[in-house]
């Protein structure tokens, strides 16, 4: 039997890659499985669920702690519309789990999924407060961070921009012309493979930062949907929540280095509609 890794947030749109990915390579995955529909996912991605819930103690611990590798990707959820003081009330939570994990570890080499918008200086976006509440929490000589930008697959954020362009529920947020960072579920897994064993802080996005409206239109073209107007930012954080608006309506922060010997293999421009095909309704 090969390495074994564990996993938290494994039925996730990147948690779903990642466990793809592990297993691809031949690793032996253990996950953690918070309900019964997520152990049967699990089960069926050939993933071995560990139940249990975060931060609560458990049999999960054992599990973290004798893994060779570790990958924290769960965090509190959050129903839309995502508003700052639902981002502020999830710090606690969050950082409760990732300290949970990394405690767990006891400073063997443990790598977070964290937010690109969660900039390296200054004060991040609302939306990534938790996510940066997250990363102070798990610090320590093994953490690897790896910060991700909007993330394209089947399901996630630009999974229900999909669903509701075809819908006709979704507008641009303000003029359109800001510059967003993207990257593919399953480049960023690789990404998170990429920095098992490499302790730091990390971005893994594509080089090619498109406007807003940009992507909007080609996911439009590609579903035949028509092109959405524009909703100012206020009226936007009225439906969407001002932390969800204000990350739509924000230009791609400054990223740093990449993962050790990472590069993505999937470019938005040919390859964000085709993983966007298979987006449907969130459950719930």
Same mark, same amino acid.
């Given at each position: 039997?090969?390495?074994?890794?564990?996993?938290?947030?494994?039925?996730?749109?990147?948690?779903?890659?990642?466990?793809?990915?592990?297993?691809?390579?031949?690793?032996?995955?253990?996950?953690?499985?918070?309900?019964?529909?997520?152990?049967?996912?699990?089960?069926?991605?050939? !993933?071995?669920?560990?139940?249990?819930?975060? /931060?609560? $103690?458990? @049999?999960?611990?054992? %599990? &973290? +702690?004798? #893994?060779? =590798? *570790?990958?924290?990707?769960?965090?509190?959820?959050?129903?839309?519309?995502?508003?700052?003081?639902?981002?502020?009330?999830?710090?606690?939570?969050?950082?409760?789990?990732?300290?949970?994990?990394?405690?767990?570890?006891?400073?063997?080499?443990?790598?977070?999924?964290?937010? !690109?918008?969660?900039?390296?200086?200054?004060? /991040?976006? $609302?939306? @990534?407060?938790?996510? %940066? &509440? +997250?990363? #102070?929490? =798990? *610090?320590?000589?093994?953490?690897?961070?790896?910060?991700?930008?909007?993330?394209?697959?089947?399901?996630?954020?630009?999974?229900?921009?999909?669903?509701?362009?075809?819908?006709?529920?979704?507008?641009?947020?303000?003029?359109?012309?800001?510059?967003?960072?993207?990257?593919?579920?399953?480049?960023?897994?690789?990404?998170?493979?990429?920095?098992?064993?490499?302790?730091?802080?990390?971005?893994?996005?594509?080089?090619?930062?498109?406007?807003?409206?940009?992507?909007?239109?080609?996911?439009?073209?590609?579903?035949?949907?028509?092109?959405?107007?524009?909703?100012?930012?206020?009226?936007?954080?009225?439906?969407?929540?001002?932390?969800?608006?204000?990350?739509?309506?924000?230009?791609?922060?400054?990223?740093?280095?990449?993962?050790?010997?990472?590069?993505?293999?999937?470019?938005?421009?040919?390859?964000?509609?085709?993983?966007?095909?298979?987006?449907?309704?969130?459950?719930?």
């Amino acid at each position: 039997m090969g390495a074994t890794a564990f996993v938290t947030g494994g039925t996730g749109l990147v948690g779903r890659a990642l466990v793809a990915l592990l297993r691809q390579e031949g690793w032996r995955v253990e996950a953690l499985a918070r309900t019964p529909a997520a152990a049967e996912a699990l089960r069926a991605a050939g !993933a071995e669920p560990v139940g249990g819930e975060l /931060p609560g $103690p458990g @049999a999960w611990e054992e %599990r &973290a +702690a004798a #893994a060779d =590798a *570790a990958f924290h990707l769960a965090a509190p959820r959050i129903r839309p519309p995502v508003r700052v003081r639902r981002i502020r009330a999830a710090c606690g939570p969050a950082a409760e789990m990732a300290g949970a994990v990394a405690r767990a570890r006891a400073g063997r080499p443990l790598v977070l999924a964290s937010s !690109a918008h969660a900039a390296a200086d200054g004060a /991040p976006l $609302p939306v @990534a407060l938790a996510a %940066r &509440a +997250a990363e #102070a929490a =798990a *610090a320590g000589p093994g953490l690897a961070v790896v910060r991700l930008p909007f993330v394209y697959g089947p399901g996630g954020l630009l999974g229900d921009v999909a669903i509701g362009l075809d819908r006709r529920r979704f507008r641009i947020v303000g003029p359109g012309d800001n510059r967003w960072a993207l990257v593919s579920d399953t480049d960023a897994a690789r990404a998170l493979l990429a920095a098992h064993g490499a302790p730091g802080t990390w971005w893994a996005e594509e080089p090619d930062h498109p406007t807003e409206a940009e992507v909007v239109h080609v996911i439009c073209a590609g579903r035949g949907a028509r092109r959405p107007d524009h909703l100012p930012p206020r009226m936007a954080a009225a439906v969407l929540g001002g932390a969800l608006a204000g990350a739509l309506a924000a230009d791609a922060t400054p990223a740093g280095p990449a993962p050790p010997g990472w590069s993505p293999e999937l470019a938005w421009r040919e390859d964000l509609v085709e993983r966007l095909s298979r987006a449907r309704p969130r459950e719930g």
